[in-house]
């Protein structure tokens, strides 16, 4: 089975598409730069595994339109898609422009939308699959400096509950995976004052790594997630308790 990995150039979505090219799965890398894409899926082939680069902006949907017609071309239809690709931004509230709230939610509810509505059709009627989107925990309990970036991802949460409700019945199962602070470059942007704070606010003492965001990807993705449904999991160092 293909899987299609979002924003795999690098961090979590490298390191996802690692763990489920070990599974045996055949990786779509997609990534907006092509040479990072490329990057993942050599290092996928070079460990034995099988993957194949593909660059777009999930957040158009011409582009993404295309890449879905060359993967299918090459690997046929994905039955697993991880909606991984985002960016983050820290800032205070009013220094948050409209164009810096449009692209962050352009990029991350967006294309999670534009992933998936291109990859269900096949799915539905094969009878079966899973899409898995990466959210966070700051879409659960919101984070000071990054309110755009928290409400994107708290509309991923409701988007991936609201789609399971309407397409698990037909096989295809819908979930989300919501890290906490992961050592990524993404959190590496952050500043330094911030993650200090951060680290003395988690029960484990400190961030996690991109291969155990990838672990729990790689069970929702498994038959023994068969009970999974629109559910958030919460690999976040104790940050979130539900």
Not at 201 to 225: H, K, N, Q, T, Y
């Amino acid at each position: 089975m293909t899987a299609l990995v979002t924003g795999a150039g690098s961090g979590i979505g490298r390191a996802i598409a690692a763990r489920l090219a070990r599974d045996g799965r055949a990786v779509a890398v997609n990534d907006l730069h092509l040479a990072a894409a490329e990057e993942t899926a050599r290092n996928i082939t070079g460990a034995g595994g099988r993957a194949q680069a593909f660059a777009a902006d999930v957040s158009d949907a011409g582009a993404v339109e295309a890449m879905l017609a060359d993967i299918r071309s090459a690997m046929g239809d994905p039955g697993i898609l991880v909606n991984n690709a985002g960016f983050g931004q820290q800032a205070d509230f009013m220094d948050i422009t409209p164009d810096d709230f449009d692209r962050m939610f352009a990029v991350h509810v967006r294309g999670t939308f534009l992933m998936m509505r291109a990859c269900l059709p096949a799915m539905l009627e094969a009878g079966q699959g899973s899409i898995v989107n990466i959210a966070s925990q700051l879409g659960q309990i919101g984070g000071i400096q990054l309110v755009h970036y928290a409400g994107a991802k708290a509309a991923i949460i409701g988007m991936t509950k609201s789609l399971a409700r309407e397409v698990s019945a037909r096989g295809v199962r819908v979930n989300a995976v919501a890290p906490g602070p992961v050592d990524t470059p993404l959190v590496a942007a952050l500043s330094e004052d911030w993650k200090a704070a951060k680290r003395a606010e988690l029960p484990l003492g400190r961030f996690g790594a991109p291969d155990e965001i990838g672990g729990a990807v790689s069970f929702l993705c498994s038959d023994d997630a068969a009970l999974f449904v629109g559910q958030t999991l919460g690999p976040n160092s104790g940050d979130v308790m539900l």
